[in-house]
């Protein structure tokens, strides 16, 4: 089964579902690990395991972010760039994840046509969507978007969840 923009719906539109759902799964995936850990339980399970892809098969745009991470993160030795595929709403995407030696990372999200329908800066189970351009420039300045709150994670949270 292959899967395009059959919606129909305008680019920011399908950015804006495909965002959320990338968060929702983000904080699912999260909200596990969190529930492991308060009950000391250990889980070698990654986000979109299932889901992994060869770079090498990324569309144009994507493959680009992908190269983008890999020569500042990667080869600098301090994160890892992982590339998924993955349908939302019938349509399938491909997500650029970067994740650090630490709990923070980045991640793009792309149509099989190479559009753009995210960046963010990522901590944890937390995202900050923001143009491509100011999230790829916080790989040299390691920074944070004011607007992500590193305290408010499951793990800075003073009550379990």
Request: hydrophobic share 35%.
């Amino acid at each position: 089964m292959t899967f395009d923009n059959s919606s129909g719906l305008p680019l920011e539109e399908r950015a804006n579902i495909i965002q959320q759902a990338i968060a929702t799964e983000l904080l699912n995936y999260w909200q596990k690990c969190y529930t492991e850990f308060i009950e000391n339980r250990d889980t070698d399970e990654q986000i979109w395991d299932d889901r992994e892809l060869n770079p090498e098969e990324l569309s144009e745009n994507a493959y680009a972010a992908y190269q983008f991470y890999r020569e500042t993160v990667e080869m600098g030795d301090w994160g890892s760039v992982l590339a998924y595929r993955m349908e939302v709403e019938e349509e399938a995407i491909e997500i650029v994840y970067v994740v650090t030696d630490g709990d923070d990372g980045w991640l793009e999200a792309y149509d099989l046509d190479g559009n753009l329908l995210g960046a963010a800066r990522r901590y944890i189970e937390l995202l900050a969507w923001k143009n491509v351009e100011d999230v790829r420039g916080q790989v040299e300045t390691g920074g944070f978007p004011p607007e992500l709150n590193r305290e408010s994670t499951l793990w800075g949270r003073s009550e379990v969840v």
